[in-house]
């Protein structure tokens, strides 16, 4: 398995070519995990005559299918955007096109990204490929899988509650979520506009550190962007040193004692390496769930008004013009969706939004609050990423309440807009499980350090399945 | 708690929904709704809403024109668009015209 650096070694000693590696790719998309939802081979192949320079030259990468990609179909594996083709890139894109990166197709997901599984898709479940019959974690599934089975190097996923986190986890790879407003969303499209952040998922530290440089940074076409300086991740010198990681007690209650004895692993290699650490709370830990719901529910429920039939999309045949938005949006979507659009919906009422979205909103902020105070004793935190290995399909699929279960170990920081990153923390059985590391805002830099310290030391011996790649 | 009302709610949110995707969405609205209702629990006190997470580092956009997209670009995604416009069916029934 080799990383992004090692590619572009082998293209300049011209021992394999980025053509060879696209098609080697592509023979590893295998069609029973159901990755992808488009493959997009021949916009690869032209891309790959262009022959650009960059830090992602020749590099075959998966995109979540609710990121555009000008004349690619763009569906949020959802019916409603049936046929609809974006008119227009995501600036993530360009930025990857414009450092030489090569797409090989648009990733399977949970409509909208509304799910833990990849399950909820229209065009029908994302397997893992350690155990076909568990789910790949989602929503970012597919990005996760084309990754985790050699189809991709590396890939973009979106995450607003875990969704890029979980499938890392379940699937044996680093998945960021990097800090709210560190990379635009132009393009990306809207599930819930507070919390939504495109992540990224790799087989490694060093391979995501290289995409977050792609990219991070300023985009005048995303409002909610930063123009913080983008760090330069992938430079070895001014490595963190005196790392203090905080442990929260809540973080490490009702989940699988063979999860809570992986990321003590971990926990007992960086002592090794004199990192300390100290015991913390965060007693509004189990407020997480339900205030994650309401907000995102809101803002989905508003998000989600604009699928009418009318400029793009699915348009089933009504009496009048309200009659066919009514049965576009009944046919469009799956009962997942109208579930929380009705919820957000209902929240948002006027009867019932100062009990309920208002008050998320306040929580929130004592979440928010929380952390940051947290973390001004500690650098970081390490916590499990799930509570459990990969789940089996079809357990949880019409529960809306246990699908949002390993939420509560991931949601925290979306909520407070802080970065998270989840690696490998070894196996359970013949099943992947990641330890997660929630960090200050704009602090991904150390994050991934961290995160290379343990590739060096881990305790277990690395599992990741060999691709034909080599 | 009283019970969701959700032939309003579907009104609202523009989604028909037939009889047994009532019958079966009331039901998991109304455990979802318990659900978050958790939230009640908590003690907010004076607590200010936020209105972004990270406010100091948003700078505005400079305010000048860019390239717009084409009315072609813009029409390729609807159904039977009509010169350069979108067309929708009648908005208001004959009986009511």
Known sequence: MKTILEYQEQFKKQEITPLSLLERSLANINPSLNAYITVTEEFARKELKKDKEGKLKGIPIAIKDNINIKGIPTTCASNVLKGFVPPFSATVIERIEKNGGIFTGKTNLDEFGMGSSTERSFYGPTKNPFDPTKVPGGSSGGSAVAVASGSAVISLGSDTGGSVRQPASYCGLVGLKPTYGRVSRYGLVAFGSSLDQIGIIGRNAE??????????????????????????????????????????????????????????????????????????????????????????????????????????????????????????????????????????????????????????????????????????????????????????????????????????????????????????????????????????????????SIVRLVEKIAPFKWFLKEDKNG | MKEVDIKHLSKLANIQLDKEEEKKLQEDLNKIIKHIRKIQEVKVGKTPTQTHLHAESLPLREDKEDMPLSVKEVLANTQNPSKNHFTINRMINEDNS
């Open chain 1, 207 to 448: 391979d995501v550190e290289i995409m977050l440089e792609v990219i991070a940074g300023y985009d005048p076409k995303d409002s909610t962007s930063s123009d913080k300086e983008v760090d330069d991740y992938h430079n070895l010198e001014k490595r963190p040193k005196n790392i203090k990681i905080g442990i929260p007690e809540e973080y490490f209650k009702q989940i699988d004692s063979e999860v809570y004895s992986s990321v003590m692993e971990i926990k007992k290699a960086l002592e090794k390496e004199n990192i300390t650490f100290k015991s913390v709370s965060l007693p509004t830990t189990n407020y997480i769930i339900p205030t994650y719901q309401v907000i995102s529910y809101a803002e989905a429920s508003s998000n989600l008004a604009r699928y009418d039939g009318v400029r793009y999309g699915l348009r089933e045949k009504g009496e009048d013009f309200h009659d066919t938005i009514r049965k576009s949006r009944d046919k469009g979507f799956l009962p997942e969706v109208k579930r929380r659009i009705l919820v957000g919906t209902f929240v948002l009422s006027s009867e019932a939004i100062a009990e309920y979205y208002e008050r998320a909103d306040l929580i929130r902020r004592l979440i928010t609050e929380e952390f940051n105070e947290v973390l001004k004793g500690v650098d970081c935190l390490l916590t499990p990423a799930t509570p459990t290995t990969a789940f089996p399909i079809g357990e949880r699929t019409d529960d809306s309440i246990r699908m949002h279960v390993p939420d509560r170990l991931t949601a925290g920081a979306n909520l407070a807009g802080i970065p998270a990153v989840v690696a490998p923390a070894g196996m359970i059985g013949k099943l992947p499980i990641g330890y997660q590391l929630i960090g200050r805002p704009f602090d991904e830099k150390n994050l991934l």
